[in-house]
């Protein structure tokens, strides 16, 4: 199994399918026209191909890009380095941190609505001159100007539940869902039933979104409109805060278990929602008054300040909850980072948003005071005002750039340092490899051993990533600076002496960073725009959501769906289906060998008995088991071979960058099993095959690195030895 092709899978250029449909489905190579490429005689040959859930309809990969801070706010629960989690406190983190990034999407739109148009630029004729679709709303008061532009966000809002809601019909499930234990998402394996069923959880949480989507709308509406004015908009701006607080409480809440018990609990909370923004609506449309429209919209600044300022205490709160819990490692694995994945990985989420965001409102702002960078060395043309995006933009702008730079001189410096150490490295393995080379074989030599060296970069990205949680968590907190209305030109100009020349060079560092972090957003629309274009780079697009959407939906209802959801349950049933006729060997490539130990997971003992693997370019233990520990690390690859009574085989090569052993530890690692049976298990294919020209060829075999496999000797051989385990099995199991 693989996300490629069905024909690259099954090297053959005609196939059918012969089970599930366009989005996920079986192949065969089409009968009377030769076998699949690789295949042992007696063996049916079978492919299943999942990569159009993630890399399916164009519009629908290029949309998903817009939701990667969803899916890093949802992936990082899945890295925490144990299960436990004393009254539910990693998981209460990290569901709140994933509100705020809701949170921060609203206001993003806000900013550029409320904010810009409808409070900076509309009032001015000059900013809304020339400009027919801006013109008309000068006709009305601020009060309906500002309740009419609020269904922008509400709309943005609808757009992004509709883009991570994929079509049901790509990833339905296979029948009712089996009942789930009465126990926290939380603390659940990959072998619990129903593992993979998350609409239940993404039910509960979808709708708090929407609550705290629509409290931050109705808050810095009412906060604006209600500056100073009557008490009936406080009154509301309170009921405001209240709905946002309920959603708070209720998103640290464990799911009900029972589905009328979620119908008790999102009932009110979904009237409370709809009640208190129709009246926040209907009170701004009726707004008599024409308040002051200098500056920014009231308590807009201090809201977007205060948010990224929550999100860092967040981060912090994290960091030290989870180092607490990474005391207790899982035996036999090395958590990446000494299990601090779930901070870094939450830390990027934050940290994309708040890019996404600063550049969409100075982008904005660039185009709407035409083309005058706002800010405050930079006073515009005469004839139209200044816009003032909030303080704290200015602040993410420049942690931006200093974030980038940081991690740009670790990445490099983690580069140089590590060289000689994978280069010595490669030294051992090609005098093992190849102890005798002729002259003319030595240029081949060293490309071998500068593959091998690069295929150990994988393991060195721990620096980079240290770096970005750090730069990452003293960006959120220097932002807070904002709360008490400093920006970085004014501190500049407040510590020095030379206030003129701190002020100028701070302007061009914080614009340099408005425009690398714009850069970086613009090139990912781009990345976007090509998925939508080419085939090729909606498929390289979805390789890395491969890694994302793989996990179920238990912190953010937003993000990408699940597509082991379908996957995983449809591997199950279908495995069992050829059981029932025969012996099936599982073979699973790159991330599908993942697949394949989640499907072994889900699978019956009555099912199991049948059933061999075979897994190459495999990263279930290289990557994966670091990852995350809890469910891929520690005895789960001991428990896969002892559910398979040990008919396993993984190949693996030197110069593979994303594959490795399954059953070899890393220094300083325990071994993950202790059984000998597991030391059969991993076979090592050396790569290139030989440096020298065969007779029969005219260039020297090429190497491989991670793809194909199916093309070896030791492919084919690998396949006859679990074939002849699984009719030795079956002809020593007693009969009834």
């Not at 004393?86 to 709140?96: E, Q, Y």
């Not at 002051?292 to 300022?309: F, N």
């Not at 934050?350 to 660039?366: I, N, S, Y």
């Not at 190849?434 to 593959?451: K, S």
Request: charged residues 15%; positive net charge.
């Amino acid at each position: 199994m693989s996300g490629g092709t069905a024909e690259k899978i099954l090297d053959h250029p005609i196939v059918v399918r012969v089970a599930g449909d366009t989005h996920a489905g079986f192949y065969r190579p089409r009968p009377g026209l030769g076998a699949a490429g690789g295949s042992t005689d007696g063996v049916a040959v079978e492919a299943y191909r999942w990569g159009a859930l993630t890399a399916g309809a164009a519009v629908r990969t290029a949309s998903t890009l817009l939701l990667l801070p969803f899916m890093l706010g949802n992936l990082a629960i899945w890295l925490r380095p144990t299960s436990t989690d004393r009254f539910g406190l990693l998981g209460a983190l990290c569901r709140l941190l994933a509100g705020t990034l809701t949170a921060a999407f609203v206001l993003s739109v806000i900013g550029i609505t409320l904010d810009l148009v409808g409070w900076q630029c509309v009032p001015y004729d000059q900013c809304r001159g020339g400009r027919p679709y801006l013109s008309w709303l000068g006709a009305l008061p601020m009060g309906p100007r500002l309740a009419l532009l609020s269904l922008v966000p509400l709309l943005a809002l609808r757009v992004i539940w509709w883009i991570g809601a994929r079509p049901a019909r790509a990833l339905e499930g296979f029948g009712p869902p089996p009942p789930r234990p009465d126990t926290s998402e939380m603390t659940e394996s990959l072998s619990t039933r129903g593992f993979w069923d998350d609409e239940r959880t993404t039910a509960w949480l979808r709708r708090i979104h929407v609550g705290i989507g629509a409290g931050t709308l109705d808050a810095s509406l009412l906060a604006g409109i209600s500056h100073g004015e009557a008490s009936v908009g406080w009154l509301l701006f309170v009921a405001a805060i209240g709905l946002l607080g309920f959603c708070a409480v209720l998103v640290c809440l464990p799911v009900p278990t029972t589905r009328a018990g979620i119908r008790r609990v999102l009932r009110p909370l979904w009237a409370a929602t709809v009640a208190v923004t129709v009246l926040a609506l209907g009170y701004a449309a009726l707004f008599a008054g024409n308040p002051a429209v200098a500056g920014q919209l009231p308590g807009y600044e201090g809201t977007a300040g205060g948010l990224i300022a929550g999100q860092g205490v967040l981060l912090v709160l994290l960091a030290m909850v989870t180092m607490v819990h990474a005391r207790v490692t899982v035996p036999g694995t090395r958590p990446l980072l000494r299990g601090l994945g779930t901070p870094i990985v939450a830390a990027a989420s934050a940290t994309v948003a708040a890019a996404f965001a600063a550049t969409l409102v100075f982008r904005v702002a660039d185009q709407l005071d035409r083309g005058s960078i706002p800010g405050p060395t930079h006073p515009g043309p005469p004839s139209v005002a200044l816009l003032e995006p909030p303080v704290a933009y200015w602040w993410a702008a420049l942690a931006g750039l200093a974030a980038l730079m940081i991690i740009a001189v670790a990445a490099c410096g983690m580069l140089v340092i590590g060289r000689r150490r994978r280069r010595r490295l490669a030294e051992r393995i090609i005098e093992q490899d190849y102890p005798d080379v002729p002259t003319q074989a030595m240029p081949r030599l060293m490309n071998v051993r500068e593959a091998i060296a690069r295929s150990r970069v994988t393991e060195e990205i721990g620096p980079v990533l240290t770096a970005s949680f750090l730069i990452s968590s003293l960006g959120l907190a220097i932002i807070s600076l904002d709360l008490i209305g400093i920006g970085p030109i004014q501190l500049a100009a407040e510590l020095s002496k030379q206030r003129r020349q701190a002020t100028l060079l701070t302007t061009y560092a914080t614009d340099a960073g408005v425009w690398l972090i714009s850069l970086l957003v613009i090139a990912l629309m781009i990345l976007g725009y090509r998925s939508y274009r080419s085939t090729e780079t909606r498929r390289i697009v979805a390789i890395l959501w491969d890694l994302g959407d793989f996990w179920p939906r238990t912190v953010h209802p937003f993000a990408p769906p699940c597509y082991a959801a379908r996957a995983v349950p449809e591997l199950v049933k279908r495995v069992s289906a050829l059981a029932a006729q025969g012996s099936v060997i599982i073979s699973g490539h790159s991330h599908g060998s993942v697949l394949a130990a989640a499907t072994i997971l889900q699978l019956p003992p009555t099912i199991l008995r049948r059933v061999s693997l075979l897994t190459h370019g495999s990263p279930l233990h290289r990557i994966y088991a670091h990852l995350y520990p809890t469910y891929l690390g520690g005895g789960i690859p001991c428990e896969l071979g002892e559910r398979l009574d040990w008919r396993w085989r993984n190949l693996w090569r030197e110069t593979d960058p994303v594959g490795g052993p399954v059953f070899a530890p890393h220094p300083g690692e325990q071994p993950p099993c202790n059984s000998p049976a597991a030391e059969s298990v991993d076979i090592r294919l050396r790569d290139p095959r030989s440096l020298i020209i065969d007779p029969t060829d005219t260039v020297p075999p090429p190497i491989e690195r991670h793809w194909p496999y199916y093309t070896q000797p030791a492919y084919q051989t690998a396949v006859q030895e679990l074939a002849a385990q699984a009719c030795e099995a079956k002809s020593n199991r007693p009969r009834k």
